[in-house]
C-alpha cells in the first residue's frame, strides 16, 4: 500500500502537484487519469524519487520514500515503466530480458525467462529480434517483462497504451490485469480514460494538480461531470 499525503512536488521551482492526498491499495490495478498537464506522471516520478518533492509524505507501508535513492525504492519491490526510454533499442529482445534478469540470483534467472514466455509468448517468438524492430506493442510488453523479471509488488507504468492500435492497447491492459490477478499492485497512468476504466479496479482523477475524484472505476463511468467535465471524453 503506498500512501501519499499532502504532497507537492514538480520540478525545479515549478510545483505541479498542490497538497495531493490519495491511497493506492495493496493488490488493487489502479489508474490515475486526468488531462495532460494535470501532474499524472508528476506523480510516478515523485514515488520513484525522479524529480523534485517540496513537502508531504509518501510511504510504503509505513515506510518513508521521499528521500530515498532512486535504486533503493526499486529494491522495496516498487518497478516503474516510463513512457518512453524503456527498453534499449540497440539490443536484442533477449539481450534485454537478461540485462532485466540480472537483478536476480544467477541460479533463478533461466527459470524466470522461462516463465516470462508464458505471460509474454510474443517475447519468446522475437527472442533474436533487434529491439528497435519491435511493433509499438511489442516495444510495450518487452518493456512490462523487463520490469516484470524484477519480481517487484509494486508497477507503476506511464501511458501504457500511447501511440497503439485499439486491439493492440487491449492485448497490453489484458496482459497488466493478468499481472494484478497474480497479485501484483498496478498503478497506471493513463490518457485513454474509457479504455483503463474497463480492467482497472479504481480510478483517481486529477486536474491542475489536485485530486478531483476518487472511486471504483464503474462509479467513474458512471459520473457523467468527471467523464465530460474532466476526462474529456463522452
Not at 522461462?114 to 511493433?135: D, H, N
Request: net charge positive; charged share 20%.
Amino acid at each position: 500500500m503506498i500512501t501519499i499525503q499532502k504532497l507537492t512536488a514538480g520540478y525545479g521551482k515549478l510545483e505541479i502537484l498542490q497538497d495531493l492526498s490519495l491511497t493506492f491499495a495493496e493488490r488493487q490495478f489502479s489508474a490515475v487519469l486526468g488531462p495532460n498537464g494535470s501532474g499524472k506522471s508528476t506523480l510516478m516520478k515523485a514515488i520513484m524519487n525522479l524529480n523534485t518533492v517540496f513537502g508531504g509524505s509518501i510511504q510504503l507501508k509505513d515506510r518513508e520514500l521521499i528521500g530515498e535513492p532512486t535504486e533503493a525504492i526499486s529494491r522495496l519491490g516498487i518497478a516503474y515503466v516510463p513512457q518512453r526510454e524503456n527498453i534499449f533499442a540497440e539490443l536484442s529482445v533477449l539481450e534485454n530480458l537478461q540485462l532485466g534478469a540480472r537483478v536476480l540470483p544467477k541460479r533463478e534467472r533461466p527459470t524466470a525467462l522461462k516463465a516470462l514466455q508464458e505471460i509474454f509468448p510474443i517475447l519468446g517468438r522475437r527472442s533474436a529480434q533487434q529491439a528497435v524492430t519491435l511493433s509499438g506493442g511489442e516495444h510495450q510488453m518487452l518493456a512490462i517483462a523487463i520490469a516484470w523479471l524484477s519480481k517487484p509488488t509494486i508497477m507503476l507504468l506511464d501511458e501504457p497504451s500511447a501511440g497503439l492500435a485499439p486491439a493492440i492497447a487491449t492485448e497490453v491492459f489484458r496482459v497488466l490485469q493478468a499481472l494484478r490477478q497474480q497479485g501484483m499492485t498496478l498503478i497506471v497512468v493513463e490518457q485513454n480514460a474509457r479504455r483503463v476504466l474497463q480492467y482497472c479496479d479504481y480510478a483517481f482523477v486529477l486536474r491542475e494538480g489536485m485530486l478531483v475524484f476518487q472511486g471504483s472505476a464503474k462509479d467513474c463511468l458512471r459520473d457523467q461531470e468527471t467523464i465530460k467535465g474532466y476526462l474529456g471524453v463522452h
